[in-house]
């Protein structure tokens, strides 16, 4: 069975840090592409980041130079560092990825709450 | 960077009507265009990838169109189970942006 597992979020101060961890079983972290996507309370989905199979990243405008994602393939695992939390970070963080080489994320996990407050 | 527009942004519609979600994109993005289907509650299913690909185990009342900056989802006969939130994404490049979604509703 493919899956993906999403843990880590929490309640965190403004300006504080939290790491997302995604870990996987039955695909692998570093084919094709892997995507972070939050979603804010009752609002629509928001592309955050994703990395590419030869480790490239991308992100969004509203949290490049805070956020970073990365991989341990020995551990198949996605993470996601988030620096310099705002309130407007507040969302359930999805990771995704395809099953195959296309352009679609059909494996989600399901999610973790971030609140930013104090 | 390039949006995308989806419209409407909720519609009603009774049970075997034929409902269409449009999503137009600022620029061209070819067929680099996904879309998904959210359940309240439930995470994100894709539908349709390449803009008109029907992804496997998605029933075949789900159909996709278009390219360049025109872009269409439709069900051709609206059931029950339907009932949720729709997003088209881009992938041509990054941003990967989403659409702001459409609410369908049983009327």
């Known amino acids: 069975e493919v899956r993906l597992v999403v843990s880590g979020g929490g309640l965190i101060q403004p300006g504080g840090s939290l790491r997302l961890s995604c870990a996987a079983s039955?695909?692998?972290?570093?084919?094709?592409?892997m995507a972070w996507v939050r979603q804010a309370p009752g609002k629509g989905l928001e592309w955050v980041a994703f990395?590419?199979?030869?480790?490239?990243?991308y992100y969004a405008d509203s949290v490049r130079g805070r956020f970073t994602v990365s991989r341990d393939n020995s551990k198949n695992t996605l993470y996601i560092e988030m620096n310099t939390l705002r309130a407007e970070d507040t969302a359930l963080y999805y990771c995704?990825?395809?099953?195959?080489?296309?352009?679609?994320?059909?494996?989600w996990g399901q999610g973790t709450t971030v609140t930013v407050s104090s | 960077d390039i949006q995308l527009t989806q419209s409407p942004s909720s519609l009603s519609a009774s049970i075997g009507d034929r409902v269409t979600i449009t999503c137009r994109a600022s620029?061209?993005?070819?067929?680099?265009l996904a879309w998904y289907q959210q359940r309240p509650g439930k995470v994100p299913k894709l539908l349709i990838y390449?803009?008109?690909t029907l992804q496997s185990g998605v029933p075949s009342r789900f159909s996709g169109s278009g390219s360049g900056t025109d872009f269409t989802l439709t069900i051709s006969s609206l059931q029950p189970d339907d009932v949720g939130s729709y997003y088209c994404?881009?992938?041509?490049?990054?941003?990967?942006?989403f659409g702001q979604g459409t609410k369908v509703e049983i009327k």
């Open positions: 990395i590419y199979s030869g480790g490239s990243t």
């Open positions: 390449a803009a008109s």
């Open positions: 994404q881009k992938f041509n490049s990054a941003p990967w942006t």
């Open positions: 620029q061209g993005i070819a067929n680099y």
């Open positions: 039955g695909l692998s972290v570093s084919s094709h592409y």
């Open positions: 995704a990825a395809p099953l195959g080489d296309y352009y679609g994320m059909d494996v």
